[in-house]
């Protein structure tokens, strides 16, 4: 476990990963650090080289300003720099943004291993979670034990393209070092998003990751056409489960952090919209399962709801839990054993 | 100050008021008492009498077992039996319901005063409040003052036709007495209607009259059509100043409160239904004052969610607080003062 943490007088940024959020949060951190003596005025980020019409794509946002393939539209400051090599992007760097698709993240760790600056904290803004035979293990974990890094986590209400539209979001960052948060909010803030900041990675980072199971609970009880009261209702025995599940697993979870951003606010965002409702709402109206309808409508893409679920259900069951969480293991059999979507009531009463 | 309560052998209930939301909690308490030996099998509802094409409601009542002009099409159990005079409804009462509109409910408790079973104990359903030089009275305590009964008060997520329909929701009662909490849940409980019960008496139901504030302040989000994100973070910053400004005045009013549902599910639905958000979200779209939208949406009706951001505002302008309360700030500098809706997020930040 990291003891220690040192912010040098002129921290040099290095964003990990060019996709929509990740070029999104370069273009605030390319602004933010020319604001501020206390940063150094590149930004390199690391983009996974493609060819695009034949060109490269770091060609392409070095000369353009743009990433043309997942944020075409949006200007990126010529501050920030697209570098092709993972090493040559990170190696000066004392700050590390994560953000990258999970599934990478072990791979790029591993390659950072033993070549990251001395002093390099990290933030990780990677969704979703590995699973390890003893449960959940949280992406800031796995930053941790591969680079042995501090590092700080990132969650919210936080559709990538409405924060490039500057519409006013918040967001949340998880510290285990106060100056750790306060450094990367301070890289990170803008005046449209807000962010607070909380003594709890996990906590932060769970809750984005539980939230998608009770997004699907918000989209069965669309597909049934209950009303409002029976989804606040379902949506607020979510966010307790979500809250019990967390702290009973996770020690040093704050009551706190499910009133931020990456809590209830994340809750409201995904049940209200998202992919995780729609196509649990599909399931009940066209009796479709979830394996069907995510290939009709995702290309095959796999949802984090119903996955999510799963390793839940996983955990509580081998624990003898299931009848604490009745809810995740209702939105459980619904999803993976053929449960009759309106059973749902008589689970969790 | 009430200090004592006692539960008695056989409870005899009855309810005060008869309008569209008693009528369905008159359906559930009369079905109730017949399932427990603890209570009295009839249940007196203290009807206010009016004539229905000539004919008495009382009698409508008695006879057809319908509330044909509150709550048609929904049979109300037999046992419940329709009374006209307040007295005669509530003499023998040692469990009251007070389910009345607000503005009667001085006058009725005046008329109680020194009337009641000696023990008799009660429960508010009143939505509302009363504005004294202080700031505000939560209905609760206008019980206790006058009649100097223990007082529980019930709010949630409850929009009383879904509940008629049996559709599945929840409510919370919060107490001072532990038995007393206990006894109205027995009472008022269901299969589709779960009560939670927490020791907090005016923070329950002070949620249930600040939440129609939040209300406006996500239909001014709806109105500048800002995105999922920026109406969660609104919500959030409201449910947020809602707790603040509860725990601040009212001492003893708990955390936990918050996540009952007459916290998070009630602020969720009164900001995805509900007449606040949609007249909020008509005053952005059409430039028209909340006074001229009332008229012409609401036959001149008021608002609860304009009336309690004024006083509100009363408060904090008093104390000197609105800068801690930004986003109530705010909202009834919109509703009062013409601020343009877009400034919310100057005034937040």
């Not at 990538?160 to 948060?181: L, P």
């Not at 009745?326 to 449960?339: M, P, S």
Request: aromatic letters at 8%; hydrophobic letters at 40%.
């Amino acid at each position: 476990m990291v003891k220690e943490i040192e912010i040098v007088s002129e921290e040099r940024v290095a964003v990990i990963g060019s996709g929509n959020w990740g070029t999104v949060v370069a273009r605030i951190v390319g602004r933010n650090v020319k604001r501020y003596a206390d940063f150094h005025p590149e930004v390199k980020m690391w983009v996974f080289e493609e060819l695009i019409k034949g060109r490269k794509l770091t060609e392409i946002i070095n000369q353009q300003h743009e990433n043309v393939k997942y944020l075409p539209g949006f200007k990126i400051p010529e501050n920030v720099v697209a570098v092709p090599d993972l090493l040559d992007a990170t190696r000066d760097a004392t700050s590390l943004i994560f953000v990258v698709p999970h599934q990478f993240l072990h791979d790029i760790c591993n390659q950072l291993k033993g070549r990251t600056h001395p002093k390099a904290k990290a933030i990780s803004l990677v969704k979703g979670f590995n699973t390890t035979d003893s449960g959940i293990q949280p992406m800031s974990q796995v930053i941790e034990d591969i680079l042995q890094l501090p590092v700080c986590t990132l969650s919210g209400a936080n559709i990538a393209n409405e924060i490039a539209e500057e519409r006013f979001s918040e967001t949340t960052i998880g510290y285990k070092f106060r100056e750790e948060g306060e450094l990367f909010k301070k890289l990170l803030e803008t005046h449209y998003f807000r962010i607070g900041i909380v003594n709890d990675v996990v906590g932060v980072e769970l809750c984005g990751a539980l939230k998608n199971v009770i997004a699907v609970g918000a989209g069965i009880i669309d597909g049934l056409k209950m009303g409002d009261n029976t989804k606040a209702a379902i949506i607020r025995i979510g966010v307790l489960e979500m809250k019990s599940f967390i702290q009973r697993f996770y020690k040093g979870a704050k009551d706190e952090t499910f009133f931020q951003s990456c809590g209830l606010a994340d809750v409201i965002t995904s049940c209200y919209g998202g992919r995780n409702r729609r196509i649990a709402e599909a399931h009940v109206v066209t009796g479709k399962s979830f394996e069907q309808l995510e290939k009709e409508l995702l290309n095959g893409q796999k949802l984090q709801g119903p996955l999510t679920a799963k390793e839940l259900n996983r955990v509580l069951s081998h624990k003898g839990l299931e009848d604490e969480y009745k809810l995740f293991t209702a939105i459980y059999r619904i999803v993976y054993e053929g449960l009759p979507p309106r059973k749902i009531f008589d689970q969790i009463v």
